[in-house]
């Protein structure tokens, strides 16, 4: 039976259990869940943009059909994820338009250019790499559509990341040119990846309350260094050279210290004033304009089917 009140609420948030979209549930943990959910559909739809710019000169055959793929597992993720909040009470028309208002946010990584084919590998290494890091975190989240969101959405970046690296250690296994262009591309990509956790644990202003519901179950911070400590044995086996001059290993903590991150770039990128903030929202929004016809035919075939069907019962 569904939950009735606060205290069955919190009964089934103690025992680690899931909450699911008939339950009564406080006004914040749905309020947060729009919030987080939406912004990682957002995400996900928007970071098609980087890696589609790049599908007509992918240099064979082969990587072609796999950016394809991944390109269209990151759409498909999208809209599970839009399913997801759905069940909280808020329609994908509403996400998409709060999107296009610049009301709800997305992934500050998103804003940023590909300007080499090694940034595919890249992208698939360190971003899809941060976001299952961020994911298998959300997979036992406390809201049952969306953790169940995660387990198919973490198999399906697992490939990706998996393809990035391979990417990489074709390239860092050629010629010094496809070396140099692996290289620039990480100097690029490594600390808007690290920046994918969200702020500081100390400037996280959701953080108390998503861990307390149990929405997140480790912290931004704890999050990033987990995700530095499994990547930098990656980068010396590509034989590449991580932009970070304080990185070192420390063994009374058992992990890597890694140096200050440019929160002033971040919030800049947050806000809107990153490289392509204004590219990649004009561009979501007219593929969205160009594509009203395409909505408007399929809700036209479904009223037909859904006329004649009544038709057909009416007169049976
Ligand atoms: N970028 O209190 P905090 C993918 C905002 S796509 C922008 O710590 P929270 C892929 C935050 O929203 C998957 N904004 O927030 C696709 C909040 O602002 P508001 C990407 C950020 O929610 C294609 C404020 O800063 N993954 O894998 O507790 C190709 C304070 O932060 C960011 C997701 O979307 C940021 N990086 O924790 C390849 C993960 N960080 O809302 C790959 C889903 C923080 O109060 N989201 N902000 O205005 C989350 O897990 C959490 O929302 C975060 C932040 C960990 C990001």
């Known amino acids: 039976m569904a939950l009735q009140d606060q205290a069955e609420f919190d009964a089934v948030i103690a025992a680690d259990d899931k909450i699911e979209p008939t339950d009564w549930m406080p006004d914040g943990y749905r309020k947060t869940l729009i919030r987080q959910i939406g ?42 994820l839009y399913s997801a909040a759905e069940t909280l009470g808020v329609t994908r028309d509403q996400l998409v338009a709060a999107l296009h208002a610049g009301s709800h946010k997305y992934s500050s990584i998103f804003n940023y250019p590909t300007l080499n084919w090694a940034d595919i590998g890249t992208i698939g290494w360190l971003v899809d790499g941060a976001a299952i890091t961020n994911q298998v975190m959300l997979s036992r989240s406390s809201y049952g559509p969306y953790s169940r969101a995660m387990v198919r959405i973490c198999k399906e970046e697992s490939f990706h990341q998996r393809q990035g690296y391979e990417l990489l250690i074709r390239l860092c296994e050629g010629s010094s040119e496809q070396k140099a262009m692996s290289q620039d591309s990480i100097d690029r990509w490594w600390w808007p990846a690290l920046m994918m956790f969200g702020p500081h644990d100390s400037d996280s202003t959701h953080s108390a309350e998503s861990t307390a519901w149990k929405i997140k179950r480790v912290s931004n911070d704890d999050l990033r260094q987990q995700f530095v400590d499994a990547t930098v044995p990656q980068a010396d086996y590509l034989g590449l050279h991580i932009p970070d001059p304080d990185l070192v290993w420390n063994e009374e903590r058992g992990h890597y210290d890694f140096g200050p991150i440019d929160w002033e770039e971040f919030w800049q990128v947050v806000k809107g004033n990153g490289p392509l903030n204004r590219e990649r929202l004009d561009h979501k929004r007219a593929a969205w304009d160009d594509g009203a016809w395409v909505r408007e035919a399929a809700v036209a075939h479904a009223e037909k089917q859904a006329a004649r069907e009544f038709e057909s019962r009416r007169t049976a």
């Open 39 to 80: 912004q990682h559909a957002h995400s996900e739809i928007i970071g098609m943009q980087p890696e589609g710019n790049w599908i007509s000169r992918a240099p064979t055959l082969h990587r072609k059909a796999i950016l394809i793929a991944k390109v269209q597992d990151e759409g498909g993720h999208g809209l599970y």
